[in-house]
């Protein structure tokens, strides 16, 4: 599976972005999805997983009722609405696949990440 997340620039507090993440691969529509995010200096962290139907989302408490994400697979293609977005947010997200929960390390295939930046 090959991943590539776009969408990201630059927002003001309490703004809107939407993130893609666009996938290859015949296997894609059997594989759950992550979300992550790295701002400098910190550790990867997680912020949403969407199941391989779409059916079951998980949230990390930092995005809850902010961040929705969902699927299409007939589009291969994840998405990531982002509401209210706050100067926390800044950071390169990343979407993932081949792994399950909240752990970057078990996660296998990676997009190459996409900066959001949100000013206060």
């Known amino acids: 599976v090959q991943l590539q997340a776009s969408g990201g620039g630059l927002v003001q507090t309490g703004g809107s972005l939407r993130l893609s993440c666009a996938a290859s691969?015949?296997?894609?529509?059997?594989?759950?999805i992550g979300w992550f995010r790295q701002a400098p200096g910190k550790e990867r962290e997680f912020v949403a997983r969407i199941s391989w139907s779409g059916s079951t989302t998980v949230y990390s408490d930092s995005v809850k009722g902010r961040f929705t994400t969902s699927r299409d697979n007939a589009k291969n293609t994840i998405y990531l609405q982002m509401n209210s977005l706050k100067p926390e947010d800044t950071a390169v997200y990343y979407c993932?696949?081949?792994?399950?929960?909240?752990?970057?390390?078990?996660?296998?295939?990676w997009g190459q990440g996409t900066q959001v930046t949100v000013s206060s």
């Open positions: 691969g015949r296997t894609f529509s059997s594989y759950g």
């Open positions: 993932a696949a081949g792994g399950g929960g909240r752990i970057a390390a078990s996660y296998g295939y």
